[in-house]
């Protein structure tokens, strides 16, 4: 049973370029968590998600950041025009149904704004 | 709303030595609270979870966490660090679930031979 893939592991942007990171949870998993970590911060909430619905985005940035859980394929955070100040760890992680069960995590995306 | 606060963002340790690991948290309603590693470069694992169940709690490698109400505390522990054990560690919080889980701002640990 493999764990909660990110991909790519690592993404470098160009400023004004757009960003598209893709979580595909572990398997049976329907609820779907970004975080982001800047350098020397911890994790912080972006969003939460399950299959076709976007849960609570209280996290999300109002602007060039959005993210997607479609009912096949895997969630997407996409981040439009990024700026340098996007440079960060961008967690996700995954969680069955049930909801009394611990959330899984991916070894994250570095994105690398220049 | 829920928060936790980790006290040192950085603790050094002899290899054999107590590992305490300081966490308060802030809940206005009964909480979970669960400890993370991170290694260089990888993503988090859970290292233990209290669930308003027993309040002391066992976790994978040796560490250990107490529930104190009364001092709104879960601080981890480990009684002989390892070198292995040299890592990140997240303090994290939620009201119940697993759903919008609030981390601290982590300490790295650092072991000495």
């Known amino acids: 049973n493999a764990g909660v893939m990110q991909n790519p592991r690592h993404l470098v942007r160009r400023r004004g370029q757009e960003a598209r990171l893709r979580c595909s949870p572990m398997k049976g998993h329907s609820h779907v968590y970004w975080y982001r970590q800047l350098p020397e911060e911890g994790l912080k909430f972006m969003v939460y998600l399950q299959k076709e619905n976007i849960i609570d985005e209280s996290g999300m940035p109002k602007e060039r950041f959005s993210a997607e859980f479609p009912k096949e394929g895997p969630s997407i955070l996409r981040i439009q025009q990024v700026v340098r100040g996007d440079s960060a760890a961008y967690f996700c992680a995954s969680s069955p149904p049930e909801g009394n069960t611990e959330a899984f995590f991916g070894q994250g995306t570095r994105l690398t704004v220049v | 709303a829920q928060s936790v606060t980790q006290l040192g963002s950085h603790v050094s340790v002899s290899e054999g030595a107590l590992v305490l690991l300081r966490c308060n948290y802030s809940?206005?309603?009964?909480?979970?609270l669960f400890w993370y590693v991170q290694y260089p470069n990888q993503g988090l694992q859970l290292l233990l979870k209290y669930t308003s169940a027993a309040t002391l709690v066992k976790g994978i490698n040796g560490f250990e966490a107490e529930f104190k109400k009364s001092e709104t505390s879960f601080h981890l522990t480990k009684p002989s660090a390892h070198m292995s054990d040299a890592a990140e560690y997240f303090c994290a919080v939620t009201r119940g679930g697993y759903q919008k889980v609030t981390f601290g701002t982590g300490t790295k640990l650092q072991v000495i031979p």
């Open positions: 809940s206005s309603v009964p909480p979970y």
